[in-house]
């Protein structure tokens, strides 16, 4: 009902008691304000900081190869897309990147989104319906969820990387899509991918499988989750990646079969309503993803400096989680406590940020350090000597 004008307030009365209220409860965001560009050594609110934060896993972001692309293509192309993918803001350096991924992933077609948040809206939205059920894992990234909210499916959430556990609910409640994370974004570890391809096939479900943070990192020359695990598009056929971490660059993509990404260009919204993202950034993608592939030594690296992190961590006592990728987090439990070792790396020059609900369940707030083929061994050390030194 609406109410008389008299009893209206404006936006800035209404708002600020939430905004107090996040900062009562340690939930109050902030953006820092870089001065550098994506690597360790930067430099954030005025100071040189040795940053253990970023998703750049291959040290890729800032490659001068990837820039000298990105540079020529906008030369080539301009900057602007200009328009929608189905108006005329496809390009032949789009085509090509599409062309590329396909090839990488082992599948008939790729098909280029502007972000990986956008991805997986368009994907789930298009691919299920009212009448559907969507099955994901409580830790899936929130665009995932959020994407089978939009699509008005009934989405049922299984314990985290549980298969028996959505074994026992999918048997009473056939489902559409089994979705999950490949790599979860916040703890690191792996969904039982072939677990999960087992009951997708015995049920008749469609699995799709987000490998925001396994691509580049995972597999033979970075194929990812599913190459890690021996998977391939029979057992998975709807993969998603993104090009802003491993690969330093920007935007997603979706690969699966012809059938698959013909349906999402004619009916993703995501897709089609949205101007194309710069053509230079293609280029930019197609020189990262060539070095992703070729230079093994930045995965080298990785298992090396997770390794030495891991070794390090567990001898001076530290609450690790089990992850075997570059991401490694450190449970602290309340959100004051993730703010107050945040602040204390920081002060010794550290930039680790502290993830908090809703990010991640109530309880279970955390530092997310993540690691890089940048980093020196020296920066490792340096990190856990840091560690070693927090107020608990
Ligand atoms: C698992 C996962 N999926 C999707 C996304 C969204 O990708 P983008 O940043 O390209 O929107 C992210 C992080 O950003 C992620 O961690």
């Not at 409860?25 to 430099?43: E, G, K, N, T, V």
């Not at 602290?332 to 703010?339: C, D, K, P, V």
Request: contains cysteine.
């Amino acid at each position: 009902m609406e109410r008389p004008p008299s009893s209206r307030t404006n936006p800035e009365t209404e708002l600020r008691p939430r905004l107090d209220a996040l900062k009562a409860q340690s939930l109050y965001r902030r953006r820092r304000l870089q001065d550098s560009p994506q690597q360790p050594q930067a430099r954030v609110d005025g100071r040189p900081m040795l940053s253990f934060c970023g998703n750049d896993y291959l040290g890729l972001a800032n490659h001068p190869e990837v820039i000298a692309a990105l540079r020529d293509g906008a030369e080539r192309w301009g900057v602007g897309s200009g328009a929608a993918h189905l108006v005329n803001g496809h390009s032949r350096a789009h085509q090509a990147l599409e062309e590329a991924l396909a090839a990488f992933t082992g599948r008939p077609r790729a098909l280029l989104f502007s972000t990986g948040y956008m991805a997986n809206l368009g994907v789930i939205s298009a691919l299920a319906g009212r009448t559907d059920t969507v099955f994901e894992d409580r830790l899936n990234h929130a665009s995932l969820l959020d994407g089978a909210l939009l699509s008005r499916a009934r989405l049922r959430r299984y314990p985290h990387a549980d298969a028996q556990a959505l074994k026992r609910l999918i048997d009473s409640d056939p489902a559409r899509l089994i979705v999950t994370d490949g790599v979860f974004s916040m703890d690191g570890d792996l969904a039982p991918l072939p677990e999960l391809a087992t009951i997708a096939r015995d049920s008749g479900a469609w699995l799709m499988v987000d490998d925001a943070h396994g691509l580049g990192v995972l597999g033979h020359e970075g194929r990812g989750s599913l190459d890690h695990f021996g998977l391939g598009p029979e057992d998975v056929p709807i993969l998603m990646g993104t090009l802003g971490k491993a690969f330093g660059t920007f935007g997603a993509f979706v690969a699966g079969s012809e059938e698959l990404i013909e349906t999402l260009i004619q009916s993703a919204r995501s897709y089609i309503y949205t101007t194309a993202t710069p053509p230079a950034l293609a280029e930019a993608t197609l020189a990262s993803l060539a070095i992703t592939r070729r230079e093994h030594w930045r995965r080298e690296r990785l298992t090396e400096w997770i390794e030495r992190f891991r070794t390090g961590a567990t001898r001076i006592g530290l609450n690790l989680m089990d992850s075997p990728t570059p991401i490694q987090p450190i449970l602290a439990g309340s959100a004051e406590q993730a703010l107050a070792w945040s602040a204390a790396l920081e002060a010794a020059g550290l930039l680790v940020t502290a993830i908090r609900p809703p990010t991640v369940p109530e309880g279970t707030a955390r530092l997310r350090i993540t690691l890089s083929a940048a980093h020196t061994a020296d920066d490792i050390d340096r990190l856990l000597a840091a560690l070693a030194r927090l107020p608990t």
